[in-house]
């Protein structure tokens, strides 16, 4: 019963596709009749370009409708919806019974496998059952994205009785039971599936199906027409047509008319300027990306930003973005110097545009529009936009001041040539390091009070709840202090499952030490491209120089663990991109 309301659409569209293609032929009728002077082949051409047009509209619009009737589809597999509708279920959540047959009530708490040394958080408790052999149940709905444990106690003397972890399936119906077994003072636990979860994955695989099935078309398509044979048949098939058009010509079509010669008279058309094709297209892939992590990722825990340490697909769209700004400014600043334009220009250039985008970040692009009207009150001075704005003008500005205009190197048998694109470059290099190191002074050694010195944590239940008001260390505290809490982010990620009460800014001052770092490397691979721009492949070895050494240096610093390292992978701290989703 519940596919007929799916089959619907597609026979709605193959009744469309059958009109259109009766109007298509009646359409082609009706225009050769029209036009006896066109000569058979451009008439052939012309057919076939209205039967492409007719045939080839509705084909995206059929994939559309298939990728997006596979929810539905999976969702109405599970039989949940019959037995418990009095649970409406929302994605990632699935539902739990906990049968006690104990002659006391059980608490049960849970935590996520996600969360570091953190807190069990009770979520209910199960009372005793009316009598022996008679177990009382509760329900209660579990999140799905994570694994996590589950622990029941002894309401009466807060003792463990168990503890289970588990990954539940979205949609999933589950049972846990809790009774004695022979021996009365040994509790069994047991979890038993009653009705299987629905595949969450079914509908990003199709999408990723239909998109590598047309860029597998796309490439046997050019391999096709690469073919020596098939360029000989075309070359045939346009010489033909040639020869049909000036036999055409010569018994004078009167659709044909003879344009003048204009030799010499119009200026030679100018030569456009050259873009770095790699650059462009990895800009299109984080824009596509930032987009769809921005409406909500289809809620995929992977194109959602990690609430503390560790990395997903979300949390390099930010990064991504500053490396790329990074090797804009260096080829941009490059050109313009070759032209003529003085280095004083260029440096009012980089504050007129860093200070538009600060005052774009904080009156337009201000996510406190989500909770009301914008007000000094509750104005949020730190932003992306505003991140991006220093990050452009302390790199655009060491950039100015060192960048040569002419790259050309005489003394090709000086020791430094191997590392020319830094020796050059080495005043900017040392204001990064130093930057870097007063980045390190504070966060490690800053005292921040009620806080161990050089705290990294999320606070809230983590560390098992010992500094729940420390959330960020010394990079919240000295926002704090700096700009006001009600004048910082007030929903950080690290609420989501650490709990964590107090306003933390994810673009804060500190970690925009580390947004011109990263930025720099990015100015650091546009200097790569400009001085080996003819050797590529000086050009691949040295970025894979770059990327094995600074792999070596976040495998010492992390140890390889997403959470016992010196310096973790962490989004909130180092960098950050965080869209307003008002009512999240």
């Known amino acids: ?206 999408a990723f199906l239909i998109f590598a099935g047309l860029a597998l078309v796309s490439t046997i398509g050019k391999t096709i027409l690469g073919l020596d044979i098939v360029k000989a048949a075309l070359q045939r098939m346009g010489r033909s047509v040639e020869t049909e058009r000036l036999i055409n010509s ?30 462009d297209t990895f800009r299109g892939i984080s824009l596509v990306i930032m987009v769809f992590v921005n409406y909500g990722g289809g809620r995929y825990w992977f194109f959602r930003h990690q609430s503390w340490n560790g990395l997903t697909v979300a949390d390099l769209v930010f990064p991504w973005f500053v490396f790329i700004m990074g090797t804009s400014i260096a080829l941009s600043i490059n050109s313009l110097l070759r032209m003529g334009v003085t280095r004083f220009s260029l440096f009012k250039k980089a504050v007129w545009r860093s200070f538009q985008l600060f005052i774009i970040g904080i009156l337009i692009i201000n996510p406190n529009y989500c909770q009301g009207p914008l007000s000094w009150s509750n104005l949020r001075i730190p932003g992306v936009l505003q991140r991006l704005a220093w990050s452009y003008l302390v790199v655009a ?48 050694l800053l005292p921040v009070p009620g806080c161990p010195t050089g705290y990294l944590g999320p606070g809230g239940i983590g560390d098992m709840g010992l500094y729940a008001n420390c ?37 804060g001052v500190l970690g925009s030490i580390n947004s011109i770092l990263m930025a720099f490397l990015g100015l650091q691979a546009g200097k790569i491209i400009l001085h080996y721009r003819d050797v590529p492949r000086s050009i691949i070895s040295r970025f894979l120089l770059w990327g094995f050494i600074l792999g070596v240096i976040s495998t010492v610093l992390t140890k390889c663990s997403t959470d016992e390292g010196f310096i973790p992978v962490n989004k909130n701290l180092w960098y950050e991109l965080h869209p307003c989703v008002c009512g999240s």
């Open 471 to 507: 959330t960020g260390g010394a990079a919240g505290f000295i926002d704090r202090w700096l700009f006001g809490e009600k004048h910082i982010y007030q929903t950080p990620s690290s609420r989501v499952i650490y709990l964590s009460h107090i306003p933390y800014d994810p673009e």
């Open 397 to 444: 500005c060491l950039d100015i001041l060192v960048a040569k205009a002419h790259l050309d190197i005489n003394a090709t048998d000086a020791w430094w040539i191997p590392a020319v694109d830094i020796f050059l470059y080495w005043p900017a290099w040392l204001a990064v390091l130093i930057l870097e190191t007063i980045w390190l002074s504070l966060t490690f």
């Open 250 to 279: 010569e018994l004078g079509s009167p659709s044909r008319t003879i344009a003048p010669v204009t030799d010499d008279i119009l200026p030679p058309p100018t030569t456009p300027s050259k873009r770095l094709r790699s650059l």
């Open 1 to 206: 019963m519940h596919l007929v309301p799916h089959r619907f659409p597609y026979t709605v569209k193959t009744r469309k596709y059958r009109s259109w293609n009766a109007m298509a032929k009646k359409t082609l009728k009706k225009n050769w009749n029209a036009a006896p002077s066109v000569t058979r082949t451009e008439a052939r051409q012309e057919e076939m370009a209205q039967l492409d047009k007719f045939y080839m509209f509705p084909l995206p619009v059929i994939a559309l409708v298939v990728a997006v009737c596979v929810v539905p589809l999976t969702g109405s597999s599970s039989p949940y919806f019959t037995y418990y509708k009095h649970i409406v279920l929302k994605m990632d959540e699935a539902v739990l019974t906990v049968n006690n047959d104990l002659d006391t009530a059980v608490s049960v708490s849970w935590v996520s496998e996600q969360c570091y040394q953190c807190l069990y958080q009770q979520i209910g408790i199960v009372p005793a059952g009316p009598s022996p052999g008679q177990p009382s149940s509760v329900d209660f709905v579990v999140t799905t994205q994570h694994e996590i444990a589950l622990q029941l106690n002894s309401s009466l003397v807060n003792q463990e009785l168990c503890r289970v972890p588990f990954h539940f399936g979205e949609h999933g119906n589950y049972s846990l039971w809790v009774r004695n077994i022979n021996d009365s003072s040994v509790v069994n636990c047991s979890l038993v599936t009653l009705t299987e979860p629905v595949n969450s994955y079914i509908p990003i695989l199709v």
